[in-house]
DNA sequence: CTGAAAGCGCTTACAG
DNA sequence: CTGAAAGCGCTTACAG
């Protein structure tokens, strides 16, 4: 019914040791013999069962990660870097659970646990540090183990973009509540549009609040109370498909008129927007790493992790370019 | 390090294999045997490891979930269906796998394969029963297996709570495109105001495309042209997300002036939203039945989930009245 | 009602 | 470079 290594071993003519230290690509493999193992494996389509695998590569850790009460857990952030640790830690056999109520009450913690910043992220950390369990946050939080995006990059990479289009006069959509992503983003931006000499107005820089609909509010009364610009960033792509929204019922072409740029890359059905593409396996990946660190009693790291500019159908020249 | 089955066996003084009863609940254990088991499991703060369980367990079978170009795999529906399949598969020692490309790429299919309901679904399920490849679809899909949250019935607890509230000038925000979720949901909600002599009028009948931005866009332009409603039922909670914004704008207070209810009864953070709430780890555990079944098979069932009325705070009387 | 043992499908020292 | 064997943590007939 199922094909296992035996299968393949046995097909191959070789040991399922020998089958194992294919599949997991040890070098230490005779080119002959792998290149027939490999191709009864494609033959037969066998696919590893990742349950065996963990239990015999089990690294003895379990990795948890803390939801907070403030987690958006229905964002389509949250929801794909949850699917990219679950196949993160699948592949290195490490187990992964989902602390859903107060650390406090669990009995037993796992040995690294992982969570999201936000607001009140402090007392966790505070509580797994007086546990002695390291902590990995994902987002900004310096004095800890950290993984994120290089937001501030994005924001210089989105600002490099629209400047070479030609634009000249931008708006930023964001939010003015404490938010780390929302700051190094602009940030980014700003100071890339102050070098090349065009300064983000400060009635233009906008607040979205992360969410589609604020982000239609805001564009839509700005652009009535006559604020005029060619040129968006969004901190986010949920951001700039509001923004969309808003300016296609304002009657304003996208990009004809005014460009915009999004911030995540993730994929949205429909339009293709361009934006700042975040690296989410990547994230995970590098989640992992640092709580394997950490439960190895290496000092906390923090990681920023690559973006980069994903073209798509929503950027062009201004309108009275000549380019 | 880990806390494991033999570690409570022996500290209960028991074998394993009488552990194991008490875990999967088997009624052959004595009532002190099981009490005892218990406590030291609590005690230690005992997990069984899931990787194991799936091994020891393992069903044979392997179940994909087919995931389409259309589908919107960053929807919160998509996201919470997708982690109650792994985790209800995971309970029951089967493998989970996800099937992105097409389907008749993949050399060897799993026993069974899920999927989203939608437009270009049919070659799908043709190429599956050519493959003799039991199917099921969640959502509603006559002559094959298929699991469906009961959305006539869900319409029909949001027409008699709104009419019990005392409401008599209805609005419902859907789709005209084919959609079977939009279709029962406005059905159920029409026939039931219709027979209490209160129908629905045609101008009412509005679009929010099952997103935030359209339903804000639908509900101020219908407002705007004049129309007027005290209660709305959206057939989703994004869509009621955005109603309520459109409302705020055009100084509309909600529930106090017009009632809103939504569907899906999804985590939003923030406001508490009545809606209609779908049942997603009972979808979850009829689909994985219901491959389970066609992989014995048995012929084809359609499921329908049961959804209830989940009381938030955006329902009220009408203010007009006398309650 | 309970224990001893085999087995789930893989990985990885250990020898050679 | 490769094979034989032990082991990952659990479940479940099989005896008793």
């Not at 994902?138 to 950290?146: K, L, N, T, V, Y």
């Not at 708006?171 to 190094?184: E, R």
Request: net charge negative; glycine share 8%; hydrophobic share 40%.
């Amino acid at each position: 019914m199922k094909i296992t290594i035996d299968e393949i071993a046995r097909v191959s003519g070789v040991s399922k040791g020998t089958v194992s230290r294919v599949i997991n690509g040890k070098t230490t493999v005779a080119a002959h013999t792998r290149e027939k193992v490999l191709d009864v494996m494609n033959r037969l389509g066998f696919v590893p069962d990742p349950a065996a695998r963990e239990l015999s590569m089990r690294s003895k850790y379990t990795i948890g990660i803390s939801i907070g009460q403030g987690d958006n857990r229905i964002s389509p952030y949250f929801a794909l870097i949850w699917r990219a640790l679950a196949r993160e830690t699948q592949e290195l056999g490490i187990q992964f659970i989902e602390l859903s109520d107060d650390l406090s009450s669990y009995i037993r913690l796992p040995n690294a646990v992982l969570l999201f910043s936000a607001q009140h992220t402090h007392k966790r950390l505070d509580f797994l540090k007086s546990q002695q369990i390291p902590a990995v946050v994902i987002g900004h939080e310096p004095g800890h183990a950290f993984v994120v995006p290089d937001d501030h990059t994005g924001g210089k990479l989105a600002a490099e973009h629209l400047l070479k289009l030609g634009h000249r006069r931008f708006a930023f959509l964001g939010t003015h509540i404490p938010s780390q992503a929302a700051d190094d983003r602009r940030n980014g931006f700003c100071e890339t549009l102050l070098k090349a000499g065009h300064p983000l107005s400060p009635e233009l820089n906008l607040e979205g609040h992360f969410n589609t609909l604020d982000a239609y509010r805001a564009i839509r009364k700005a652009w009535e109370q006559g604020h005029r610009f060619t040129a968006l960033f969004a901190a986010s792509d949920e951001m700039a498909m509001g923004a969309i929204g808003a300016l296609q019922d304002l009657g304003v072409q996208v990009p004809e008129q005014v460009s915009v740029l999004g911030f995540d890359g993730f994929p949205f059905p429909g339009l293709r927007l361009t934006t700042i593409a975040q690296d989410i396996p990547r994230i995970a990946h590098e989640a992992v790493q640092l709580a394997l660190s950490g439960i190895e009693g290496e000092d906390p790291q923090g990681v920023y992790v690559p973006v980069q500019l994903q073209m798509g159908s929503t950027t062009a020249p201004p309108p009275d370019s000549p380019v």
